[in-house]
């Protein structure tokens, strides 16, 4: 692991306490609750799916959804994008990392080459964070089309769903080996 990768992995270890966790898990919570008003106030009510919503939007998908709002509603996603979104994959990111921090050392030890992943959940915010970076420059030039970034953003979008399940699934199959070594016991 490189000098930054191992110097956060000390620090999220370090941080990984279960009132952190709690922290984090309820700003999680509260976060996913503010997103469909949100949503709601920027589509106007109408059932539009946002491209970050989606896993793999065309360049046509977004520009369809930006059709699709009045100039107020794309100034709310921008800004939406900008605030909410930004905040959001800090919170999910260090939530997953820190409960990964947590089972790991448990459920394959210490000098276990499974140990760097735990640090995957960062890449999904990453990504995540350069979708919203796409989406609102594609919201302050709109009507003009960048069909590059919109292809950019796609790409962010897909990273972003990959990296963030296989967090999951890495939390997922880590708490079924702790599970699973506590039973036999």
Known sequence: MSKLMTGLSRWLFDVSSWR????????????????????????????????DASFGISVEESYAFLDALDSQGRALY?????????VYPVV?????????????????GLDSLMQPLHLLPFGAGFFDLMENKAAVLLVINYPERLNAVAGLLNVFNQTKWILGGAS???LLASGAVVLVRRLRA
């Open 20 to 51: 952190n966790i709690l922290i984090a898990g309820a700003l999680f919570v509260g976060l996913t609750c503010a997103f469909p008003s949100w949503s709601a106030e920027v589509t106007g009510g109408r059932d539009l799916r946002s491209p």
């Open 78 to 86: 921008a800004s939406g994008e900008l605030t909410l979104d930004i």
């Open 92 to 108: 999910y990111s260090l939530l997953l990392a820190m409960l990964l921090a947590r089972l790991f050392p448990v459920a394959y």
């Open 168 to 170: 999951v699934a890495l």
